[in-house]
């Protein structure tokens, strides 16, 4: 049986298409988040969120007393590289097990912040309200976990590539989970308040927060 050229070309052409949408869907698919070691970073492991920068770059994030001194805790970065900081996890909004870049997040200290010395809230980074005094808006405690939509916009963050090395990320707020939503869309700096470097959402003019990666937990050997 003949096949006529008409016909050889339409079936190319369908063939190429299917590759070139094969490629497409494969390249919409973020890369995963690698830890210091290379490893992917996994939603049911615990890290550390540490600058890149060694040295005079300081050390990992942690809390600290609000800026009116009590309640609810600031995120900071601890002035010393000797220090890794609170362990915390990363969860993306799809429940999905490997963190990939550019996903939107909750991160998650794990600590426990009740009783007499501390606040009764969840260790869940948000985004907290202007802070008219010094024009910031500063990276805080007391999120809600999961639930992504317009009620939860200021509990998102994101982890993306910054710089040419490998596991180097900044982390940015900029929360997809509402497509029609007013919100924010900046990095996260860094801001001297009172002799605590607080995490704030900066400008495009202003200096992201390098970071990577360290595991707190032993990863799982088994198969």
């Not at 050229?5 to 869907?25: C, E, Q, R």
């Not at 010094?134 to 590539?161: M, Q, V």
């Not at 007013?182 to 390098?210: I, M, Q, Y």
Request: glycine share 10%.
């Amino acid at each position: 049986m003949k096949i006529s050229l008409a016909t050889t070309l339409s079936f190319l052409i369908l063939a190429l298409a299917s590759n070139s949408l094969l490629v497409l869907g494969t390249s919409s698919v973020p890369e995963p988040l690698l830890d210091v070691n290379g490893n992917k970073v996994e939603s049911t492991l615990k890290y550390y969120i540490v600058s890149a920068i060694w040295g005079a770059g300081g050390g990992g994030v942690s809390l600290h007393g609000g800026r009116n001194g009590y309640c609810p805790l600031d995120v900071i970065q601890l002035p010393s590289d000797m220090q890794n900081g609170i362990e915390l996890t990363l969860s993306p909004y799809n429940n999905s097990t490997i963190v990939r870049e550019s996903t939107d997040l909750n991160l998650r200290f794990s600590v426990l912040l009740s009783g007499r010395d501390y606040c009764n809230e969840q260790p869940l980074w948000k985004v907290d309200n202007y802070d008219a005094a010094s024009g910031k808006w500063f990276i805080t405690t007391g999120g809600l976990d999961g639930h992504p939509g317009a009620e939860t916009l200021l509990n998102w963050f994101k982890l993306e590539k910054i710089g040419n090395f490998p596991g180097t990320y900044k982390i940015v707020h900029c929360p997809s989970v509402c497509e029609s939503c007013v919100k924010h869309c900046n990095n996260v700096g860094r801001s001297f308040e009172d002799g605590v470097r607080r995490l704030v959402l900066v400008r495009d003019d202003e200096p992201a927060f390098p970071v990577v990666l360290i595991p707190a937990t032993e990863r799982s050997t088994s198969v």
